[in-house]
């Protein structure tokens, strides 16, 4: 396995638009925008 880091995040938060309800993680709640940005139904 390479030693090559793929993905790094600093300082990484949340913050939602009124009437909005997060999921309680970003884990969660990136897994459901990327399902929208692909068109797919809410995992």
Request: net charge positive; charged share 30%.
């Amino acid at each position: 396995m390479s030693d090559n880091i793929a993905i790094k995040v600093e300082n990484l938060s949340k913050a939602y638009q009124l009437g909005q309800i997060g999921t309680g993680t970003i884990s969660r709640d990136l897994e459901r925008w990327y399902a929208r940005m692909r068109g797919k139904e809410d995992p």
